[in-house]
């Protein structure tokens, strides 16, 4: 079972196809964590997906060469 950071990783890989930055995901993981906080009501599925909308928001997704 993967835990958060793999999860990210994952994702990113298959959405951006290169691997995440440190940097990168260390956002991304504290952008997680907020989005659980303001979730509270919600499940911990809708936190993913709001991290799902930035990874296919990337300008990297959006504009592949």
């Known amino acids: ?36 906080d303001a979730q509270k009501q919600k499940s911990e599925q809708a936190a993913w997906v709001a991290v799902s909308r930035v990874l296919l928001n990337l300008d990297e997704f959006m504009t592949r060469e």
């Open 1 to 36: 079972k993967l835990d958060d950071a793999g999860k990210l990783a994952l994702g990113w890989e298959r959405v951006v196809q290169r691997p995440i930055k440190p940097a990168e995901s260390k956002r991304m993981l504290v952008f997680l964590a907020a989005q659980r």
